[in-house]
């Protein structure tokens, strides 16, 4: 499998892709990734179906939040990638992944890839690091100049629901450097796509 992953934006067309991934359970608690795209006091009072219309409405509304992953003919994972201004509560100064200069949150130059969603069955198996390989070269292709993250540095399994937001040390085999560091085991990180 690992040899034929495909990646490919994200849009209204691929929406069943998207639905099909995320499953009858909208992948993490019935999140559906809105949780760094709404307030929580706004998620937190909304159904699971507002939620899934919610994200149904951003893709189709584009431009594409993120990247699905192709394997055996089939949707196998998604990452979130785009612009900061696109995921406002990555921005807020209450978090632990907030930009260094608040300009920084309205550039659209600087990317943050935050949010991985794998199929149980592929967790724990590397596909993390393609996963993230194929993020970066998504916000290189659309001409992002910085991309960032907020990983967790430590999990108690390779499987746990944490790594959502991704592990340290895949973003520091992909060449990410800390940036800040906020809260112990949770560094902001970057990594330079141009001069």
Request: charged share 25%; proline share 8%; with cysteine.
């Amino acid at each position: 499998m690992d040899k034929d992953l495909r990646f490919e934006p994200v849009t209204a067309d691929r929406w069943g892709d998207f639905e099909t991934l995320f499953g009858p359970q909208g992948a993490f608690y019935n999140c559906w990734c809105v949780a760094l795209r709404l307030p929580h006091a706004v998620r937190t009072t909304m159904a699971a179906d507002e939620r899934k219309t919610h994200m149904r409405e951003r893709i189709g509304a584009g431009p594409p939040p993120g990247i699905l992953c192709y394997a055996d003919g089939g949707p196998v994972a998604w990452v979130q990638v785009g612009p900061r201004h696109d995921v406002p509560q990555f921005n807020s100064p209450r978090t632990v992944s907030r930009p260094l200069e608040e300009e920084d949150a309205r550039d659209p130059s600087i990317w943050a890839v935050s949010c991985f969603f794998l199929l149980p069955k592929l967790r724990g198996k590397g596909l993390s690091h393609r996963l993230l390989a194929g993020a970066i070269d998504h916000a290189r292709r659309r001409g992002a100049r910085l991309l960032e993250a907020c990983p967790i540095d430590h999990v108690k399994q390779s499987k746990s629901v944490a790594l959502c937001i991704g592990s340290t040390a895949i973003f520091e085999a992909a060449g990410f450097e800390t940036v800040a560091m906020r809260k112990d085991g949770r560094p902001l990180m970057r990594l330079e796509l141009r001069d």
